[in-house]
């Protein structure tokens, strides 16, 4: 469903599909998503749900995305959403940045 220039929310139903295992909607006009599962068991589990919540967005505010695998930003960049190792440790970068200078 990626570069079709789809405008508007996605349907609430999309992430009910029984089975579904990829969704690309990068390089659309989506102006929001809704709550769609870990998709598992996908061939390329990176790509698995790809969506433009990256920044620098197109938009005024960045399409937010809890679940997408990967993330595209206005300039068509697409990078893996990774847990970071400062959110594998439970903190956020403002925690960190407080707890490192603290010390």
Do not use: H
């Not at 029984?18 to 998503?33: C, D, P, V």
């Not at 749900?49 to 809890?66: I, M, N, R, Y």
């Not at 970071?84 to 490192?100: I, K, S």
């Amino acid at each position: 469903l990626s570069y079709n220039a789809f405008t508007g929310a996605v349907p609430e139903g999309l992430g009910a599909l029984a089975g579904l295992q990829l969704l690309q909607l990068q390089s659309n006009r989506i102006t929001e998503l809704p709550t769609i599962p870990r998709l598992v068991g996908s061939i390329d589990k990176t790509s698995a749900f790809v969506s433009d919540c990256g920044v620098p967005s197109a938009f005024d505010e960045a399409l937010e995305c809890d679940n997408c695998t990967m993330c595209c930003n206005e300039n068509e960049d697409c990078y893996p959403e990774e847990d970071t190792r400062v959110a594998e440790w439970g903190l956020n970068y403002g925690t960190f940045a407080a707890v490192l200078f603290a010390g």
